[in-house]
């Protein structure tokens, strides 16, 4: 810390005294000894005794800056106000944050089902976790026609409740079946010959479901140059679970995407169902009972104003902190002729108050869209879930700053930032690693295992197998494509399963734990008790050994 390069100027129990002593205000002119009386037997010059009443002063202002709240409270009887914020914050955050989950909840539960509805109604033979493709033309044309075919029985074959969404689609129709292929192209296997014009033209009909119109039975595929075909239209839905939470009902209008992929050219062509969701205010909503309830909205007005006065007050310590810094900079400079090093500067950053203020400004953003969903002008779930979800981690991560006033609790803290240094630096090296296995396998095993296929898969696949997870599938689903790249696969899987268990996880282990050991051993030191003998350190750890033996 910056103040302990200046808090040897006195003794502590002066320093205790100093500070306890009354004080008009943190900060006043009272700190500068301006009212009193000069010492009488001293031959020290005013000059002289007016630098030592600043020594004085500054050295008072380091030591309540860095005080804990019960500290300062002790000190001059300062309510800790900023505590009782953020643990009011802490509670009305995390209450805001379960009623936007159950709400979430829902929102996407009805979309998903709807979607389910939806593969079932549509794709034909579709079932559930199976990948779907067809491997014929006939069978392409016939999943073509059935999906045109239920589309039109909607009505009468769903449960759901739908309705037609008209002027969507091409020439203002309500469903547009399209095939997208090459300008040109000419494939012959027989001469090993082909001639491929890459412009893609894409190829559309309209259809309403209000007016008989067979045209997408004349509809023409050009197999030989296709890539793929999409039929694509909008239904509306009603959502009226919201009604159980005393909510207004939401509209959805859904577009849907169905897509037969033929892009590989590989026989196989590939059929998904694509569905996005969009959430719009009911036009004259009407709940029998039901009455405008603004208790939501009023809730989060209130987050955000505690949230605005938790950043002012942050952002009011932190330019205490900066001005302070500055002045213990300048004293170093002129009557010192020193320099004071950055880390001694950052000191006076408290990172603390930094990251209560990205909670702030998170939960205050988040909040404002919260609103803006509530009252069905906006539908950004996602984003509003991100900014809350993780406006709740950092306040519940700077719980920590509060524990860290209590010696044993500090420990955590205190071995954490002891380590970080090396434990970067480690895992630096280790990464390089890792990224080497990375690329390596994706490029070698890419093609005959699963969970080497992507690099994003392959970082997925080799960091569960760092924590012991799915060894034996990873092993089992290797392809038999031939003895070199089996013989490979071995190897492979086998040396990064030693080097990263067995030395870069115990290695890791061993920092963290060497730092414990470290600030163990200083709290040891500062409380005057002996450091413990190898010996009993020796016959602590075999004695546990025995018992867990034992055991």
Request: aromatic share 12%.
């Amino acid at each position: 810390m910056a103040s302990s390069d200046y808090c040897c100027i006195q003794d502590s129990a002066t320093e205790k005294d100093s500070l306890l002593s009354s004080m008009a205000s943190y900060g006043s002119q009272d700190l500068l000894g301006s009212g009193s009386s000069r010492p009488t037997g001293l031959v020290a010059s005013e000059s002289h005794q007016q630098q030592e009443e600043e020594e004085e002063a500054l050295r008072r202002k380091l030591k309540y800056f860095f005080m804990s709240p019960c500290d300062k409270y002790h000190a001059k009887g300062r309510k800790p106000f900023k505590l009782g914020l953020q643990l009011l914050k802490i509670i009305i955050v995390t209450v805001q944050l379960v009623l936007f989950g159950l709400s979430n909840q829902m929102v996407m539960t009805f979309q998903e089902e709807n979607t389910a509805s939806f593969k079932h109604l549509f794709l034909k033979n579709y079932q559930e976790n199976s990948p779907h493709a067809i491997h014929t033309q006939t069978e392409l044309y016939s999943h073509i026609y059935y999906a045109i075919e239920q589309y039109l029985a909607l009505p009468q074959i769903s449960l759901g409740q739908y309705a037609y969404v008209f002027g969507v689609g091409v020439n203002g129709s309500a469903l547009s079946l399209c095939q997208r292929y090459y300008k040109n192209g000419t494939i012959n296997p027989v001469n090993d010959t082909f001639y491929i014009d890459p412009h893609v033209v894409t190829d559309c009909i309209g259809l309403d479901p209000l007016t008989e119109n067979s045209d997408y039975k004349n509809f023409t595929l050009k197999f030989y140059k296709l890539i793929s075909v999409t039929i694509e239209f909008q239904l509306k839905a009603i959502n009226i679970q919201p009604i159980i939470n005393n909510e207004i009902p939401d509209c959805y209008t859904f577009t849907i995407t169905i897509v037969m992929d033929n892009r590989a050219h590989s026989g196989r062509v590939k059929v998904s169902l694509l569905n996005q969701a969009s959430v719009k205010e009911c036009k004259d909503p009407n709940v029998s009972g039901h009455a405008e309830n603004y208790a939501r909205e009023f809730f989060d007005v209130l987050v955000a104003i505690v949230c605005l006065f938790s950043l002012l007050l942050c952002g009011r310590s932190i330019f205490r902190g900066i001005l302070l810094q500055h002045e213990y900079g300048q004293f170093f400079k002129h009557r010192l002729g020193r320099h004071v090093s950055w880390g001694d500067r950052m000191e006076f950053i408290n990172g603390w108050y930094i990251l209560l203020i990205v909670s702030d400004m998170f939960t205050i953003i988040g909040s404002f869209i919260k609103i803006g969903i509530e009252s069905k002008n906006l539908a950004s779930y996602d984003v509003c879930g991100i900014l809350l979800g993780t406006s709740t981690l950092l306040v519940w991560v700077g719980v920590i700053r509060y524990l860290s006033f209590f010696q044993k609790y500090n420990i955590l803290i205190v071995t954490l930032r002891a380590a970080f240094p090396n434990v970067i630096r480690f895992c630096t090296c280790a990464a390089a690693i890792y990224l080497g296995y990375c690329f390596c396998g994706w490029i070698v095993l890419g093609p005959y295992h699963a969970k080497f296929r992507t690099l994003s898969r392959v970082s997925e696949c080799l960091f569960s197998l760092i924590n012991g997870d799915d060894m034996f599938v990873t092993f089992a689903e290797v392809e038999q494509s031939g003895t070199l790249v089996w013989i490979f696969s071995q190897v492979y899987l086998y040396t990064f399963i030693s080097l990263f268990i067995y030395m870069v996880l115990s290695l890791f282990i061993a920092l963290i734990t060497g730092a414990y050991d470290t600030i163990m051993a200083q709290t040891r030191e500062q409380r005057g008790l002996p450091a413990p003998s190898s010996a009993a350190v020796t016959d602590d750890k075999e004695g546990r050994g025995n018992t867990q033996v034992g055991h």
